[in-house]
C-alpha cells in the first residue's frame, strides 16, 4: 500500500470517530398553536332583496287663487314650516275692496228699508206688493254683500292645513290665473318610500311588513318602515308593482325626491348547522374536512365533514358536527391531526 493511499484510510477512520463522538442534538416539540373557537349554530335560510325607490310626501295640498289679480305679497318661501290658516300670499284688492264697500252699503239701506216698511204693513197701511218688493230687495242686497266679501277674502291666500311649503309657482308682480296651483303644502311628519317590485316577487309582500329603508343623500342613514300600500296595477313595461312604505320622520331629515334602497327580508326554515366558510378545508383527495378542539381543549382533531347550501353567514354542515363541538374558527393553517392547540378569545 503506497504512502497516498494510507493516509486517505487514516484520514477517513479519524471523520468517522468523530462523527461517532458528536450526535445531533434532537429538536424541543413545536410548542401548542393558539386558535380561536366557536360552536356551529343554527341559522335560518333567510333571504333578504333590495328594491330601489324614491321618497314621497304622505300629501301634497294644493292652494290657488279663485279670481284675477296682480301679486302684492308672498309671505313664505319653499322649506317653510306653515300652520293651517296662515297667510300664505295676496293679491291687489283695491278693485274688490270697493266693490265690497258699495255692497254692504246697498245692504245697509236694504236692511234700513226693511225695517221702516215692517211696521207699515202690519198696520195695513202698506200694500203686499210694496212690502215683497223691500223683502226681496233686502235678500238681494245680503246676496250681493257675501259675493262680494267672498271676493275680498279670496285676495289672501291661506295655508288649509299644517306642513311644509313646497313649491311657489308665484311672484309679486304676477298676474294670477284662477285655479291653477300657486303653492304646494307637503306633509312629511310621515313620508313614504315608493318602490317597484317585479312580478314573479310581489306575492311575497304582505301589508305590514317590515323594512329597511336607506337613504344615501343622508350618509346611508337607515330607518325603519311599514309596508302600506300594495299596487294591484302592473306596469305593462317593466312588469313590476309598486308598493309604499310608511317611514316615520318626525325630524323631517327625509325630503320628499330622495332615492332611497328598500331592503326586506324573507326569513325561511331553518336549515342546521352553519359554520364559518373560513373554518372549512379540503384535503389532497378534495375531502371537506374542519378541526375541532377535542374535551380537553389540547388537541386539534381533523373532521370530515358533508356540506350544503352557502347561507347567511356561513356554510352549512350536514353530517361530521354536533352542536357543541368547538370549530376553530382561526389559526387552522397552522394545524395538523392531533396538533397541540391554545384556545384563545379575540
Not at 296595477?233 to 308593482?241: E, F, G
Given at each position: 500500500m503506497n504512502r497516498l493511499a494510507y493516509a486517505s484510510i487514516t484520514v477517513l477512520a479519524l471523520l468517522l470517530i468523530l462523527t461517532g463522538c458528536h450526535s445531533p442534538a434532537k429538536e424541543p416539540p413545536p410548542g401548542p398553536v393558539n386558535v380561536e373557537v366557536q360552536n356551529p349554530r343554527l341559522a335560518a335560510d333567510q333571504q333578504d332583496l333590495a328594491y330601489s325607490g324614491t321618497i314621497e310626501e304622505s300629501e301634497s295640498i294644493s292652494h290657488s287663487f279663485s279670481i284675477v289679480g296682480t301679486v302684492t305679497r308672498v309671505l313664505v318661501s319653499e322649506g317653510t314650516p306653515v300652520r293651517k290658516g296662515q297667510l300664505l300670499a295676496e293679491i291687489d284688492n283695491t278693485t274688490v275692496r270697493n266693490a265690497n264697500d258699495m255692497a254692504q252699503a246697498t245692504l245697509a239701506q236694504a236692511e234700513d228699508a226693511y225695517k221702516r216698511l215692517t211696521p207699515m204693513h202690519t198696520s195695513g197701511s202698506l200694500t203686499d206688493v210694496k212690502y215683497v218688493e223691500a223683502e226681496t230687495g233686502l235678500r238681494q242686497a245680503r246676496a250681493g254683500a257675501a259675493i262680494a266679501r267672498k271676493s275680498l277674502d279670496d285676495c289672501r291666500l291661506v295655508a288649509t292645513a299644517d306642513g311644509v311649503v313646497g313649491r311657489i309657482s308665484l311672484d309679486p308682480g304676477t298676474v294670477t290665473v284662477p285655479n291653477v296651483t300657486s303653492i304646494t303644502i307637503v306633509k312629511i311628519a310621515e313620508v313614504f318610500a315608493?318602490?317597484?317590485?317585479?312580478?314573479?316577487?310581489?306575492?311575497?309582500?304582505?301589508?305590514?311588513?317590515?323594512?329597511?329603508?336607506?337613504?344615501?343623500?343622508?350618509?346611508?342613514?337607515?330607518?325603519?318602515?311599514?309596508?302600506?300600500?300594495?299596487?294591484?296595477?302592473?306596469?305593462?313595461?317593466?312588469?313590476?308593482?309598486?308598493?309604499?312604505?310608511?317611514?316615520?320622520?318626525?325630524?323631517?331629515?327625509?325630503?320628499?325626491?330622495?332615492?332611497?334602497?328598500?331592503?326586506?327580508?324573507?326569513?325561511?326554515?331553518?336549515?342546521?348547522?352553519?359554520?364559518?366558510?373560513?373554518?372549512?378545508?379540503?384535503?389532497?383527495?378534495?375531502?371537506?374536512?374542519?378541526?375541532?378542539?377535542?374535551?380537553?381543549?389540547?388537541?386539534?382533531?381533523?373532521?370530515?365533514?358533508?356540506?350544503?347550501?352557502?347561507?347567511?353567514?356561513?356554510?352549512?354542515?350536514?353530517?361530521?358536527?354536533?352542536?357543541?363541538?368547538?370549530?376553530?374558527?382561526?389559526?387552522?393553517?397552522?394545524?395538523?391531526?392531533?396538533s397541540s392547540v391554545r384556545v384563545i378569545h379575540p
Open positions: 315608493r318602490v317597484a317590485v317585479p312580478e314573479n316577487e310581489i306575492a311575497r309582500i304582505r301589508r305590514g311588513q317590515t323594512a329597511e329603508i336607506r337613504i344615501g343623500a343622508l350618509g346611508g342613514r337607515e330607518y325603519s318602515g311599514t309596508i302600506e300600500e300594495i299596487g294591484v296595477l302592473a306596469d305593462v313595461l317593466a312588469h313590476s308593482y309598486r308598493i309604499r312604505i310608511s317611514v316615520p320622520n318626525p325630524g323631517g331629515d327625509i325630503r320628499p325626491g330622495m332615492v332611497c334602497t328598500a331592503n326586506l327580508r324573507f326569513p325561511g326554515q331553518v336549515r342546521g348547522l352553519v359554520i364559518p366558510n373560513a373554518s372549512l378545508m379540503v384535503d389532497e383527495a378534495g375531502r371537506n374536512f374542519v378541526y375541532r378542539v377535542d374535551a380537553a381543549g389540547q388537541k386539534a382533531v381533523r373532521t370530515f365533514v358533508t356540506t350544503g347550501a352557502l347561507v347567511r353567514g356561513g356554510i352549512e354542515i350536514v353530517t361530521g358536527l354536533g352542536p357543541d363541538d368547538l370549530v376553530v374558527t382561526a389559526g387552522q393553517q397552522k394545524l395538523a391531526d392531533q
